[in-house]
């Protein structure tokens, strides 16, 4: 595989449900990123990873819990996530160092029912 | 804060030129990026700013003017396939690291025969 893949594509769950995203880039990039894509809203940043330190967390609620066990793999730990959290969430990866071009994945579409 | 802004919705002919404006107001600044984003699908990159002028890339032309905290996206000979929305973003931080993205809303740009 090659660029930037996320699984799963689709996922529904109750608001009681705990869940997880995956996120694995297959480009030799050394840091990776989660953005949150609602409809009518810009993409918002949610969380950078630099050398698998967590540089950054854009004041995102504590359900979401990221994870980033190496360089290539990223996970968004989901737990009691409210409906308004539905939307599609986009995983992104770049090489530090240069322009720091971002490439994303497809995307996991999430419904909290 | 970040605040960056661009049309939301613009409509164009096959075979003729259109030019999407973005203007931002943000804390830092260390680029600008175009990508772009077909219904979905993940936002691909098209163009990068960091210093004043004019970028061009084939079919796709950026423009930056720093001082006006202004970019405008150039496309040319417009195909049907380059309907889709286009992503205005700005990078903060001091360069090189791994800085998150702040984007607009998008612009949605409509190509008719």
């Known amino acids: 595989e090659t660029g930037v893949t996320q699984t799963p594509r689709h996922l529904v769950m109750g608001m009681t449900n705990k869940k997880s995203l995956k996120c694995e880039q297959h480009?030799?990039?050394?840091?990776m990123y989660w953005y949150k894509q609602s409809a009518k809203k810009p993409l918002e940043l949610m969380f950078v990873y630099s050398l698998e330190e967590r540089v950054e967390n854009n004041s995102v609620p504590s359900r979401f819990s990221p994870e980033c066990p190496n360089s290539s793999h990223l996970f968004l730990h989901l737990h009691t996530l409210q409906p308004e959290d539905s939307a599609l969430y986009l995983c992104a990866s770049s090489q530090e160092g240069t322009y720091n071009e971002q490439f994303f994945g497809p995307g996991t579409r999430l419904t909290v029912l | 804060g970040q605040n960056i802004d661009q049309p939301t919705e613009m409509t164009a002919t096959e075979g003729a030129i259109v030019q999407i404006n973005c203007t931002y107001q943000?804390?830092?600044?260390?680029?600008l990026f175009w990508y772009q984003q077909h219904a979905g699908e993940a936002p691909t990159f098209l163009s990068y700013?960091?210093?004043?002028g004019l970028e061009e890339k084939g079919r796709f032309s950026s423009f930056l003017s720093r001082s006006k905290g202004y970019s405008y996206l150039l496309l040319k000979e417009l195909q049907m396939k380059d309907s889709a929305s286009y992503l205005c973003?700005?990078?903060?931080?001091?360069?090189?690291?791994?800085?998150?993205?702040?984007f607009g809303k998008g612009t949605h740009l409509i190509i008719q025969p």
């Open positions: 700013n960091v210093l004043d």
């Open positions: 973003a700005v990078r903060g931080g001091s360069g090189g690291g791994a800085d998150g993205l702040t």
């Open positions: 480009l030799g990039h050394n840091a």
């Open positions: 943000t804390s830092g600044f260390n680029g």
